[in-house]
T-cell receptor
């Protein structure tokens, strides 16, 4: 399975934008890019996903490089509630990521938000 | 629907004892996943059900671990003869269907401590 590389940690100030990078240089043409986040003492939650085009939803935006070897999760105005570990995950359209659709998590990026 | 629920939320046991965790997925979600998460790591896949059929098991799932989903609704994960290395957060997730756009909905997890 294609792997992703993320910084271990990042800091942000409240109400400022946050750009969380993810490198996936070995991405294949059939890999979707998914982002999940895990708030303290909670299970992970879905944030956003995309294939080639940039995507927006109520939680965040996903910017995908033209060669798809990297992507950036954008939180437009960080709040204290956005402090979490953010995971960038590749999911193969044919094999759904793992053997039967399981998500393959790395260590993610721990985002701290300062008031 | 209130989402995926897991019980108990915390469990402390002595080495050698058996423990059982329960997961109630979102209604009508036919896929159910179990993951394990140790401190500082992302979740790792353990096993997966499509309705009542257990379709995939990770090599992490030793013979001491067994999972069931008897009626295709709730699931149980049992660990026999617990070891200190079993101490972790056990997460359950469900999804309505597979596919590259599948979103998994996670429960809050059961935190196990083996003394």
């Amino acid at each position: 399975d294609a792997k992703t590389t993320q910084p271990n940690s990042m800091e942000s100030n409240e109400e400022e934008p946050v750009h969380l990078p993810c490198n996936h240089s070995t991405i294949s043409g059939t890999d979707y890019i998914h982002w999940y986040r895990q708030l303290p003492s909670q299970g992970p939650e879905y944030v956003i996903h995309g294939l080639t085009s940039n995507v927006n939803n109520r939680m965040a935006s996903l910017a995908i490089a033209e060669d798809r070897k990297s992507s950036t999760l954008i939180l437009h105005r960080a709040t204290l509630r956005d402090a979490a570990v953010y995971y960038c995950i590749l999911r193969d359209v044919w094999n759904y990521g793992g053997s039967q659709g399981n998500l393959i998590f790395g260590k993610g990026t721990k985002l701290s938000v300062k008031p | 629907d209130t989402g995926v629920s897991q019980n108990p939320r915390h469990k402390i046991t002595k080495r050698g004892q058996n423990v059982t965790f329960r997961c109630d997925p979102i209604s009508e979600h036919n896929r159910l996943y179990w993951y394990r998460q140790t401190l500082g790591q992302g979740p790792e896949f353990l096993t997966y059900f499509q309705n009542e059929a257990q379709l995939e098991k990770s090599r992490l799932l030793s013979d001491r671990f067994s999972a069931e989903r008897p009626k295709g609704s709730f699931s149980t994960l049992e660990i026999q003869r617990t070891e200190q290395g079993d101490s972790a957060m056990y997460l359950c997730a469900s999804s309505p269907r597979g596919g590259e756009n599948e979103t998994q909905y996670f429960g809050p997890g059961t935190r196990l401590l083996v003394l």
